[in-house]
């Protein structure tokens, strides 16, 4: 699998799936959550909707996945996964490792073979940037996937250097 490092907005991605940084309501919320339930329409949100109607009726819980339509978007579908608020009291990086590996499960189910993922829990969840790309990167890199391009949409250049910089690292040790 090639994994790319680009910034941008993951809603006007080419690929097949994007990733959702879903809060586990799954009814929509700020971020990355607002932007593709906005611009995918209300497509998702009816979607979402059943899901809690149905199987989630709790809530999707932090490291699972789920897809639905993607909409009005470019993308086939979107994927959504809650990654885990950081903790400086708890280790909470299998979560966020577990967001990544399951959404490509989910990817493989649907048959997607490319994937647009934002970096999952670095916004509002304050998980630092760097070990948010360390655990991305670690998750991806191990998982069995027939996905063939994931591409990580950074969303700004500063984080996209940062990634760079931590993927030459990540890429050395291995």
């Not at 690929?15 to 906005?38: E, F, K, M, T, Y």
């Not at 909409?71 to 009291?89: E, N």
Request: hydrophobic share 40%.
């Amino acid at each position: 699998m090639r994994v790319e490092l680009v910034t941008g907005d993951i809603t006007v991605e080419q690929v097949d799936a994007i990733v959702n940084a879903a809060n586990s309501s799954l009814l929509g919320g700020g971020g990355v959550d607002g932007a593709i339930h906005r611009k995918g329409g209300p497509a998702i949100l009816e979607e979402c909707r059943a899901l809690r109607a149905s199987r989630y009726g709790k809530g999707l819980k932090a490291g699972q996945s789920v897809a639905t339509t993607a909409g009005r978007l470019p993308a086939r579908w979107v994927i959504h996964t809650v990654g885990p608020v950081f903790s400086t009291d708890e280790d909470r990086a299998p979560l966020l490792r577990s967001c990544y590996t399951t959404s490509l499960a989910v990817a493989d189910e649907l048959g997607a073979r490319s994937v647009a993922y934002p970096l999952i829990s670095s916004g509002v969840y304050r998980w630092p940037k760097d070990d948010a790309v360390l655990q991305a990167l670690t998750a991806l890199h191990a998982a069995p996937t027939s996905v063939e391009l994931v591409r990580l949409v950074l969303f700004d250049e500063p984080t996209r250097r940062a990634a760079e910089r931590v993927r030459q690292a990540f890429d050395r040790d291995r």
